[in-house]
């Protein structure tokens, strides 16, 4: 000590000589005792180090703070003897849920084809109401219906929901969490071969495995194994940046000792296979071999065969490095050496190695996931969520959101949108675009929402957010207002379709014009909306009374302002396609209004029940009214603007509707429902610009084509007691009978059956009729 | 044409015959099986019916709601889930599927007359006592024959 301190004067022959007792200070801090006590300092922070570390480890690891972005599925595939689905329909189902062909599907998540029958081995699931269990079922189908069931004495199975997305912030992780006893032990057994042999014997950190990683490093001449133990990789993934701080190298070791001294090798080893950085998809980090094993091969990992579980070991080396997909030889390779060395291990036999380092990497297109499928819908979803969940427990929490989305009905909705824009404007010259809204109207369940005409697309959701003027789609509520008062209208009722003129508060004149810019005349109700005709909608909608029609479509749900201007008549009014599906939902159902959902239930990570959004209805239009309009709106396929749609869909269904068109032909509307579909299509240009289309000719295909896919039911035609059939005089005023002159027959209610008749045919024909005295009798 | 007098004559006594007396029957009463008979709903609706017996009102709805999937025109089970709603407080959500229960409503004045009295116990509930009494002379109507005939 004293010899050191000696030197330094001598050779500090510049410092300054004003300065006293350098030497001294030199001294100091050479000194042993410095040392010393600089040593105690380090130990000191070195302990309050290991302690702030080990706190940190246990605290990350004992939280399990993995970020579980909330998952989005479809609606479950409930079977049942005589559900109406077609042999195709249901391989398609089979094909986009993952289902593997095999012989006697023995596992969850396969089938087989025998005959007419299928045999599919189902993956279960939980559900608000318990769930299903993986089960084997049988199922015959032909004539597009399913003929018979058969599974576990039970006439009902479903079919586990497909996940179509998760809910999760920009740059997010994302991750399917699998407990270790679900996972396949070749991929354990693959994965300490591979990555680190001695796992079960170190403490965290192995020298034997460091230098046996630098003598493979030497001999290759390059960079082939990191010595690194899982442990110590899970420590880089878990908590440390993965930038190669020298910093960083000294935190990894001292944490992966923790962590062996607190943690088992399975927890630890679990810990591993969920947090493991696995690739990305676009701004979603992928963590985990659950959600690799979906990423890559759409599968749960229990399903996964040997050479997909190698894929994903070999993945750990370089998730960019060995992508499957952009470097499919690179990868090929990697996998086969981890196939041969988990041979060489024992954990694969000989055989089994020749069979599956043969086969292809199988990886499914990007494209081909139902994940993110189908961004409008999900988007929909999360403004549901974003009300009732902040943000961090639908990022972190795992909820599972069961959603109302049909996937055929999606598909469908899709494909006659595509087929139809691609086809009227192929080298997208006019710029069109569409939405399409499809609802179960009695429940309320959104099935389908398209708001692009390349459907997955994210961006502008047209179906939720392009307000546009929904033409001649208001005049379903013009009529409902008329027959609500029956005392002075009905369907039969003559209004004159003709010139009309309206002097407006700021002095301007309203002259609306019929779209063939002619005027029919005087005509029965029932025609004028049938034809679509504006001038005589206009008279009958001034003479019902605006705020009449105003406070209709307020009952029918259309939430916005509705001024009270005469052109609300004929659509002025702009709404979403969204919130047109809103106002024709209870037009569909007879009048009962039910608030429109895209979420069933909420289950927890675990599968646990945690909310519902139960369904809800409310009668706000009388059975009679509600029938009339329906009634009407079904003579506009019958015999009106949208016969077109017939030729499309079964002769004997009844379906009812509206087309809907806007000035200059800028958007084209049409929404029409059956028992148990209602459809909007919105179809025009994202500027505004003159689309040069009509309801009929722009949106009412793409309605009827994806009607036509879907399995209907027909509108009911038994009219609610308060509504008799009468045949009417063509005057509108007086009663007639079958086969007189012009005479039709009508839908009445009692209030509008007039006294008179025309004297054709033998009896009056009222309740209190003939029918009625007939009744009377036999009652 | 003696031959075709004799026929109609024959026919005319044959239809006075028909004709029958007004007499009270009492009807069998509604049960679930009368609209679901053969229909997978069934078993839903038993399911439902257990989960509810356990106290378990959301799992009993997730089944009815499944069941109305497949029997979508179902009176019943539009009754159910009203039932359901007022146990759980809900009147309004009650009174909105008792009236669309009604709207299917098989022709059983017993059962429709059940349902009004559920209207009027839903709307009493929501404070809306006009609302209720005209329910309960809706369900009084339907239970009285008399009335019934007028």
Redo the contacts between chains.
Sequence with gaps: MAKKAKKSPAKSRRQPSRKKKPSAQRRRWFSWSFIAKAGLVCLVLGAAGMAYLDALVRERFDSHAWQLPARVYARPVELYEGRVLSREDMLKLLDLMRYRRDARASTPGSFAVQGNSLLIHTRGFNDSDGGEQSERIRLSLSGGQIRSLEAGGDRLARLEPLQIGSIHPQHAEDRVLVPLDKVPPLLVDMLIATEDRSFYDHHGISLRGLSRAMLANIKAGGLVQGGSTLTQQLVKNFWLSSDRTLSRKLMEMPMALLLELHYSKDQILEAYLNEVYLGQDGARAIHGMGLGAQFLFGRPLEELEPHQLATLVALLKGPSWYDPRRRPERAMERRNTVLKVARDEGALSSADYDKFSARPLEVVPRGASALYAFPAFIDLVRRQLARDYPPEVLSDEGLHIHSTLDVLAQLASEGALKEHLNHRDPKQVKKLNGAVVVVAPAQGDVLALVSNRDSRQAGFNRALDAQRPMGSLAKPAVVLSAVQQPKTYSLATLVEDGPIQVKLPNGSVWAPQNFDKTAKGAMPMVDVLALSRNQATARLGLDVGLDKVADTMKTLGVTRNIPLYPSILLGSLELTPFEVAMMYQPLATGGFSTRLRSITDVLDKDGKPLARYPVSTDEVVEAGPAFLTQWAMQQVVEEGTARAARAALPSDLRVAGKTGTSDDFRDAWFAGFSANHLAVVWVGRDDNKNAGITGSSGALPVWANLMGKLPQRSLSQNPPPSVEWVWMNEDGRRVSAEGCGNARRYPMLAASIPEDSDGCGTVKQTGKGIKGWFKGLFD | MQRLVRLVLISVVMVGC???P?VDEPQEPMTASQELEG??AL??LT?AEQ?RQQGDN??A???L??A???A?DSSWLYKQ?ADLRLTEG?A??A???A??AL?LAPDHPEYQAGLWELVATARDRQGNAAGAKSARERAATLRDPESR?A
């Design positions: 028909a004709v029958k007004v229909s997978p078993s839903l399911s989960a959301s799992r709805e997730r089944y709601e499944r109305l999937n497949i979508p889930l809900d309004r959500g009174e909105g599927f009236l669309k709207r005939k």
